[in-house]
């Protein structure tokens, strides 16, 4: 229910774009469920002790006094006069999950810095900040990321995690009481000081649109867990981090006011299940603000048109935060919402616990092919570099491949490293591969050749400034059986699965007049040849029951833009949820609840008894402020790359390639055609020769017996 200090009276006012699907209060039932819920999460050790509470607090006053001491002593040597010098000032604002109060033990503080304007950010910041921070004893671990789309940071503090922020406004006073929230503090700053203060105002702003806080944070506890469990938290490889969940979470919440964790999830995985993307998810409307800032708008950005699953900042300017989806992690994050609405409605039956929902996903059973990424380093500390760096661009590696293969290719990037205890400085990481299933299902010939867009995504990792001879990567093709045990818990390797991804196929059997044995059924045993030979032919073929694969039709690849502001008819905008959906019927309408009669729809909000009769089917959420404009109608997703000029290396074994920082991380860059080779050490380790094969014959198209 929540604490009534922690409400924003969800019954008295609307919040959000729309009116709620359902006001409706918890039945015993979910009052039950919901208690059950929290003692999973208790027992799964999500909630800080006392002690460990007390020292982050302690960390964020001692980080305080720290840049107020450095403020002082940058304003002193830069000779301004001592009454300046008293005056200024630098505050600590902290954001992410210990903001919005769903930290885990030891889980990492974020927090901003806000300084004046005199104090620079290369030079003060990362300059004289950070050899003050190298002298203290209580810091260890002190790793700056100044080249990064949003700089930063990053320490520990009597061995707390601090990931440090700094925006310099453009004040010459910070007043102790400042607010961040203003549109005013945006003014006459830099594009990284408004991506480092969009962190404290986004998540601010949530907790302003969220009903009740306490069940916002409860229900967002439980989806980052099951996010982390099963694979798919982690913004950095394409799938979702902590700030999308929390919006994600932050929707539901506002269309069910009333509701307890357990409905909240249950409804999470309803909704998300049904939803069209690349409809967005919004809490609020879209402001234009009056600053001139670039915000999402696919109406005038055709770079927003290409994103794929956008969920959009609630503050101005509103960007999308999930602008790195691919459609290769869409698919699976997609196919998980359809397992995780099943399993809810089995815990609602009393058919399943919450455990199963929980349930780790068994990612080295999923597939039967995968890239192995090896990096390696000669020291921790560049270890710690090189692999910061490779992990920022390893999405584009997914992306490269659903490139070259025309998106034949689907790409399962797992979103943590392995190490291998026997070799130091070493680290491991494993993408899943399948081929996207085809209408055809005799069409499982085809071969990929994979070795040039390898190559290509190689030169982009070696375009890294601080690259030195002893830092190397490896990519290479490897079979399910062929993964290392070290991935193993206690490197032992588990049994071999079974067929598929959990699912046995039993033949229909008959009896034959006159016998007494079961005979197969005629077509079930052509199938079950058929697949014996398939897998006979090649054990690293991806088979089709792996999993149901995402819609890639270019009706699901562009969003269609043509006529905002018309009626349903001719708005060309999908609807975001079911299918057969309508559009947008104008920007200025906010109205999102429409009953259906469809009883396919009924099926899937079957036990809401306190909805509607009949399905609840949500519009597409978009809104702005001021006038509206018709549009052109996008492209379809085809990405080209704009990679960087190489020029040859002065004094280093690598060929230096020109980075372009200011798009790494805002927008992601568009792919063009690979190029067939790429530069690389004289240390580095002899590779495989060829990542390429056949989904039937792997052993011919590698020319390898399997």
């Excluded at 190298?134 to 930063?152: F, Y």
């Excluded at 584009?396 to 790409?411: F, H, P, S, V, Y």
């Excluded at 830092?471 to 193993?488: A, D, G, Q």
Aim: charged letters at 20%; a neutral charge.
């Amino acid at each position: 229910m929540g604490s009534p200090g922690l409400s924003n009276q969800a019954t008295a006012a609307r919040i959000g774009l729309s009116e709620p699907i359902s006001t409706g209060g918890p039945s015993e039932f979910d009052v039950i469920k919901t208690r059950e819920l929290e003692k999973f999460l208790v027992d799964a050790g999500l909630y800080e002790s006392h002690e460990e509470a007390i020292a982050r607090e302690e960390v964020l006053g001692r980080l305080d006094q720290i840049v107020k001491t450095w403020v002082k002593n940058i304003s002193r040597a830069k000779g301004y006069n001592e009454s300046i010098v008293q005056e200024a000032n630098a505050k600590i604002f902290t954001f992410g999950s210990y903001r919005l109060g769903v930290h885990s033990p030891g889980a990492d503080i974020d927090t901003l810095c806000v300084g004046p304007k005199h104090a620079t950010r290369n030079e003060d910041f990362f300059g004289e900040l950070y050899r003050m921070l190298v002298e203290m004893p209580e810091v260890q671990e002190l790793h700056s990321v100044s080249e990064a789309h949003v700089p930063v940071m990053k320490f520990k503090f009597n061995g707390v995690s601090v990931d440090l922020l700094y925006a310099n406004v453009s004040l010459w006073v910070i007043p102790e009481d400042l607010d961040i929230s203003q549109e005013s503090i945006l003014q006459n700053v830099d594009d990284k000081t408004v991506r480092s203060l969009n962190g404290c105002r986004v998540t601010d702003q949530i907790l302003r649109l969220v009903p009740n806080i306490q069940t916002f944070r409860t229900t967002l506890r439980c989806m980052r867990l099951w996010a982390k469990r099963r694979g798919v938290y982690s913004n950095v490889t394409g799938f979702l981090g902590g700030i999308n969940w929390a919006l994600l979470v932050a929707r539901i919440c506002q269309l069910y006011p009333n509701a307890l964790p357990s409905m909240l999830v249950s409804r999470f995985f309803r909704v998300y299940n049904l939803w069209k993307w690349p409809n967005p998810v919004m809490l609020c409307p879209i402001e234009q603000g009056s600053l001139g800032l670039n915000f999402w708008d696919p109406r005038r950005n055709h770079k927003d048109t290409l994103h794929l699953m956008p969920i959009i900042t609630p503050a101005y300017p509103c960007m999308n935060s999930s602008y790195n989806v691919s459609s290769s992690t869409l698919r699976v994050m997609t196919e998980e919402f359809q397992r995780g609405k099943e399993i809810c409605e089995a815990i609602e039956a009393n058919n399943a616990s919450w455990g199963s929902l929980f349930e780790p996903f068994a990612f080295f059973e999923a597939y039967r092919n995968y890239l192995q990424i090896d990096i390696a380093a000669e020291t921790a500390e560049d270890l710690m570099n090189w692999k910061g760096w490779v992990e920022s661009r390893m999405r584009w590696l997914t992306l490269k491949i659903e490139r070259d293969t025309n998106g034949a290719l689907q790409c399962h990037p797992y979103p943590r490293e392995f190490s291998d205890k026997s070799k130091p400085n070493y680290h491991s990481y494993f993408t899943g591969l399948r081929k996207k299933q085809s209408p055809n299902p005799q069409a499982t010939t085809e071969q990929f050749d994979i070795r040039m867009t390898v190559d290509d995504f190689k030169r982009d990792v070696y375009m890294y400034n601080s690259l030195k001879a002893t830092m190397w990567i490896n990519v290479c093709h490897v079979k399910r059986k062929e993964i290392p045990s070290f991935v193993f818990p206690g490197g032992v390797r588990p049994p071999p699965p079974p067929t598929g991804r959990g699912f046995e196929i039993r033949p229909v059997v008959q009896r034959l007049p006159g016998s007494n044995s079961p005979q197969p059924d005629n077509a079930v045993t052509g199938r079950k040849k058929r697949k014996q030979q398939q897998d006979e032919a090649s054990t690293g073929a991806v088979s089709a029951s792996d999993s149901t694969s995402l819609d890639d039709s270019p009706a699901r690849k562009k969003i269609q833009l043509n006529n905002f502001a018309d009626t349903i008819s001719n708005s060309g905008f999908p609807g975001n949820i079911c299918s057969n959906g309508p559009g947008i019927t104008g920007f200025g309408e906010s109205k999102l609840i429409e009953q259906q009669s469809s009883s396919e729809q009924t099926n899937n909000f079957q036990g809401l008894s306190e909805e509607i009769d009949g399905a609840v089917e949500l519009k597409s959420e978009i809104q702005y402020n001021g006038e509206t404009e018709g549009l052109k109608s996008s492209v379809p997703v085809t990405p080209e790359l704009a990679t960087g000029v190489a020029r040859p290396g002065e004094g280093s074994t690598c060929s230096v390639i020109q980075q372009k920082f200011d798009l790494e991380e805002l927008e992601p860059l568009e792919l063009s055609v690979t190029t067939a080779t790429v530069p690389t050490s004289a240390n580095m380790p002899t590779q495989k020769p060829i990542i390429r094969f056949s989904f039937t014959s792997l052993s011919k198209a590698t020319g390898n017996s399997a």
